[in-house]
């Protein structure tokens, strides 16, 4: 992301080529015989079109892009984005309402789309989870994207669609492997090899269905596949599913092992102001074996690593047949041992970031090799 200001500049020198004649469609990309306007900000990243039938989701090509999962690292620009697409958007989209495309990838991994306004503007990010050798059929609605403290603009501005330059699809593994290496607790397999296919890829005048009451108590988080609104940070052998509860609500359920003195996590992006009004968070949890879970709120007051706080509360969960519901008053987070914070209270308006995370391992100095299932975070008003 430190380096997607210049690429998208160099992106932006493109055409878009691949455009439908339906009315509500302002851009489609089939890949049939070309990378539809997509470029590689990956330097040695493979962009290519693949026309083997197992690896299209429709039609007779898609597009292939193969690199090698690395730490994004300012201080290495010949790395460039590792796992970044990006494609311009020449002139904007002042009428696009729902980006929809079809992703698969050989390994499981988070990517996030990006919505960039300009060289130095505002960007606005999604995450989402793509399951290994599976494709996942996405359909975002620009209401979805949250604004990204981390670069310029307001975050109080609404998102213009007119002044969006340029979309990226980010493999979100690069943030990930960049924490770990400024953070020891979070633990990454060595850097592997990795391909992303896309498909069907269209910007669209269409509205997409609008998002529940539920959905957005959910703080935008889903946990119905295609699953969206998460990273997991650290562990190892993780994998992902969506499933299904007798109440009818999706949850997720989330295998993994995290080495001894590290931790795991699942972390969800916050819409700005959006706990400004709540009370209480609350999610129902299930466990294999006893765990000690750490509820984080990050208050973020403007860009940059030091503008920050972290709040937390601490759960103990034991392993049962039912899952547990946890409620959380925001009133009694408290600020971590190792954070400050100017005026010493968590202001609500400013968190930007809720993420659960298991910190048994690191705790008790052993490898943690459990099951948990999750229901998405609410807020209660």
């Known amino acids: 992301m430190r380096h997607l200001a210049s690429a998208i500049s160099v992106s932006l020198l493109l055409c878009i080529c691949a455009v439908s004649a339906q009315a509500d469609m302002l851009l489609y990309a089939d890949f049939e015989t070309d990378t539809g306007g997509f470029i590689s900000a990956d330097p040695t990243g493979e962009l290519s079109v693949t026309h083997d039938p197992h690896l299209v989701f429709e039609g007779e090509g898609s597009l292939e892009f193969r690199y090698t999962q690395m730490p994004f690292q300012s201080d290495v620009p010949e790395w460039g984005l590792p796992g ?11 009428d696009l309402s729902t980006i929809s495309f079809a992703l698969r990838s050989r390994l499981s991994t988070p990517v996030v789309i990006t919505l ?3 060289d130095e503007g505002p960007r606005y990010n999604r995450f989402i989870w793509s399951t290994a050798e599976s494709w996942s059929q996405f359909e975002l609605s620009l209401d979805e994207f949250i604004f990204d403290r981390d670069g310029p603009g307001d975050p109080e501005a609404p998102l213009e669609p007119g002044q969006i330059t340029s979309i990226a699809v980010i493999d979100a593994h690069g943030f990930v492997r960049m924490i770990a290496e400024e953070e020891p607790l979070v633990h990454v397999d060595p850097p592997v090899q990795q391909t992303l296919w896309l498909d069907s890829f269209a910007l669209s005048t269409r509205a997409s269905a609008p998002v529940p009451e539920l959905q957005q108590a959910h703080l935008l988080a889903d946990y119905a596949s295609p699953m969206r609104g998460f990273l997991p940070v650290g562990g190892t052998d993780l994998h992902i599913e969506s499933e299904r509860r007798p109440d009818g609500e999706y949850g997720l359920r989330v295998d993994y092992t995290t080495p001894a003195r590290t931790l795991f996590g699942v972390l969800h992006h916050v819409p700005h102001g959006a706990l400004a009004d709540a009370t209480s968070l609350r999610f129902n949890a299930r466990t294999n074996r006893p765990l000690t879970l750490v509820v984080f709120l990050e208050e973020k007051r403007g860009p940059g690593e030091l503008d920050k706080s972290r709040y ?27 954070q400050t914070d100017p005026d010493g209270a968590l202001n609500l308006r400013l968190v930007e970031m809720l993420s659960i995370v298991d910190v048994t391992a690191a705790f008790e100095d052993t490898e943690v090799i459990n099951t948990l299932h999750l229901s998405p975070p609410e807020v209660i008003r």
Do not use: H
């Not at 970044?84 to 958007?89: A, G, M, S, T």
């Not at 759960?315 to 519901?325: S, T």
């Open 84 to 94: 970044v697409l990006i494609i311009p958007v020449a002139g904007g989209a002042p």
């Open 116 to 118: 960039g306004l300009g």
């Open 312 to 338: 937390e509360s601490v759960v103990r969960l034991e392993p049962g047949e039912d899952l547990r519901e946890i409620t959380l008053p925001l009133a009694l987070f408290e600020l971590g041992e190792d």
